[in-house]
């Protein structure tokens, strides 16, 4: 792998990777709150490498993940500032032809904020477990978020990840050892990313009307934080799309494929 180039942007350092041959069509990945390049690697789930197999691939930390930096300012971590952060990326790159690009949960967020600011951008989508949104009302999904925040803040990051590490795992990874991962968050910005996420939506659903590039969604069926209402309302809205529903973890392991396959239309 080569090494990390570095955009400083916004009060953020943000590290990113291009690798592949060149003259090839571009494959990009975002990650979502709490991950990091490193860590969805080592998941094993969702293959970013294998789906961008004899093209070029960028990868990179969100702003304050993994060997990224940020400042603990929970604005800095919405999805619209996540999807200026890729764009960016991609300016610092030096890459203007449309990317096929898939985005986990944030990193669907920002996807979906970018290729409606900048759709020529865009050749295709991938949207892997896009997060709740348009919640109305009390008890909203989203709550954990900030609920989540507040417990940081109250007993502080290291006892936080330890109860993340006693924690059993979602029961659909319960015979999944590799499903467990500690946050690749720094100790500094974790409560503001999770705030900045909580006070984050996807675009208005009429805005979506208008995305012309072809979208995959991606979602399984028990997901607490990322609810299939969302995923079926984005293939609704979303005028070319195909929606793939996991109910196992040998399912939500065949999304390398389906993407790659996706891709390579």
Do not use: C
Not at 62 to 70: D, E, F, I, L, P
Not at 133 to 140: I, M
Not at 197 to 219: E, F, H, K
Not at 239 to 250: E, F, G, K, N
């Amino acid at each position: 792998m080569p090494d990390d180039h570095h955009l400083i942007t916004d009060g953020a350092t943000i590290a990113y990777q291009l690798s592949g041959p060149p003259n090839t069509v571009l494959v990009g990945y975002g990650h979502g709150v709490l991950m990091s390049r490193q860590i969805v690697r080592g998941l094993g789930i969702f293959d970013i490498d294998a789906i961008a197999d004899r093209r070029r691939l960028i990868t990179y930390d969100q702003r304050g993940h993994g060997a990224s930096r940020g400042r603990p300012k929970p604005e800095d971590y919405r999805f619209e500032q996540a999807a200026n952060d890729l764009l960016r990326v991609l300016d610092a790159a030096g890459l203007d032809e449309p990317i096929d690009f898939a985005g986990s949960s944030l990193g669907a967020g920002a996807a979906l904020h970018a290729a409606l600011n900048a759709p020529r951008r865009f050749r295709r989508l991938a949207l892997v477990i896009p997060p709740v949104a348009w919640e109305t009302g009390p008890h909203q999904l989203r709550q954990w978020y900030f609920d989540t925040a507040d417990l940081i803040d109250s007993i502080g990051p290291t006892a936080w990840r330890q109860q993340w590490a006693d924690a059993p795992p979602l029961p659909i990874f319960a015979d999944y050892p590799q499903g467990k991962f500690q946050p690749g968050v720094d100790d500094d910005v974790v409560s503001a990313a999770l705030r900045g996420v909580d006070s984050s939506d996807l675009p208005d659903p009429d805005r979506l009307t208008s995305i012309r590039q072809p979208t995959l969604v991606l979602a399984w069926d028990t997901d607490p934080l990322h609810p299939i209402s969302t995923a079926e309302r984005l293939a609704e809205l979303i005028p070319d799309s195909t929606l793939h529903v996991a109910h196992t973890i040998d399912e939500i392991r065949e999304w390398t494929e389906i993407t790659s396959r996706f891709f390579s239309d």
